[in-house]
């Protein structure tokens, strides 16, 4: 088998195309062809430097890139099926939690694997087995131990792509706050995940879903993907008349669930005031080191919210997801998040859009992705 091409990161705002030998496939492992690879946030602030990314064993260079759908290269003898028991062969499209739980420590034995402190031990420099382990490249490792599901080709590779993330995470999310038929949500932020929590909010039976931006064209895009009201920061440009925009909107109650995709620390406390008495504040966006914010815990206590944070998700939430969005792509239009494609070669070029994304009339409405 030739190498397969990858984008290296070896510091910020700077990659190295390179080449790498095919990973063996050991028992129980499987390789994926990378079909898309999107790029979130937290990419983009290894990408600036804010932060670093975390790897196992040595320290270098490394891949990036966790958002991404891909089909079966190839199986080891013993995968026949995905993890819910279709059959699988090479050449299937397919979805895959990009962590791997250990299944064997205290947090995977209590039924939670996305908490599993080992989890990230996909992530390592490419001087180390796998190396190839991320989405900006042409190849991925599936661990044995994986969860893997199959894509239906009613939807698109763009579609595919975003669900171990974008899409998955905000699902999630909205399960542990216990969305119910008919509440109240609010989302800060009409970013990728923003967008797609809009839509899946809206599908989980919320009677009103309230988007916050400051980009118009992602508000307008909030509003096809299920938005009923959205709230422009430029219009209402204090914290004190956004929490009443949301009061107005929710019969003065606030609402019951308030998800925060933001990832500025500064909206929190407002995101709090604007959850009902015991509502579910549900945090994903602030996933870096030093997101300090001051907190009136006193508020939190006497009006009863519940602070939910969520990083990761469970395996069967891609399965869940995957099927939301084949049965909603006519609905909504969910594939506009990845508005622009660039090849392997030009991902500088696909990062400098995702930093501008929304930010001028020409830009991406959210965020790119690059396609090997």
Known sequence: MEKGRAAVFVGPRHFEMTELPPVPVGPGGI???????????????????????????????????????????TLAPDISTDSMGR?????????????????????????????????????ASIEEFPYCNGGFAEYYYLFP??????????????????VNCAAAQVVYGLRQANLQLGDHVV?????????????AAKEMGAAS???????????????????DQTIDINEYDTSEARIERVKELTEGRGADV????????????????????????????????GSNVTLDVS??????????????????????????LTRTRDKYPLTRVMSHTFPLERIGEAFEAAEWAGKTEDSAVTRAMVAP
């Not at 998800?259 to 966006?285: C, D, H, L, S, W």
Request: glycine share 12%; with cysteine; proline share 7%.
């Open 187 to 199: 989302i800060q932020g009409a970013g990728g995940l923003g967008i797609n929590a809009a839509a």
């Open 145 to 162: 131990g994986h969860f893997v599901f199959k894509v239906p080709d009613e939807l698109s590779n763009e579609a595919a792509a975003a």
């Open 31 to 73: 390789r994926v062809r990378i079909l898309a690879g999107g790029i979130c946030g937290s990419d983009l602030h290894f990408w600036r430097g804010e932060i670093e990314p975390i790897l196992t064993g040595k320290q270098g260079p490394v891949i990036l890139g966790h958002e991404m759908a891909g089909v079966i290269d």
């Open 209 to 227: 879903v309230i988007s916050i931006d400051g980009v118009p064209s992602r508000l307008e895009l909030a509003r096809q993907c299920g938005a």
């Open 258 to 289: 308030v998800m925060e995709v933001v990832g500025y620390p500064q909206v929190v406390p407002e995101g709090i005031a604007m959850t009902r008495k015991g509502g579910a504040f549900v945090e994903i966006g602030n996933i870096w080191p």
């Open 299 to 324: 508020k939190v206590l006497w009006g009863q919210v519940r602070i939910i944070p969520v990083t990761h998700y469970d395996p069967y939430i891609l399965p869940v997801t995957v099927d939301m």
């Open 87 to 123: 059959p699988l062969k090479e050449g299937d499209r397919v979805v895959f939690t990009y962590f791997f739980p250990c299944r064997r420590c205290y947090n995977c034995l209590r039924g939670e694997l996305n908490h599993c402190p080992t989890r990230f031990r996909f992530r």
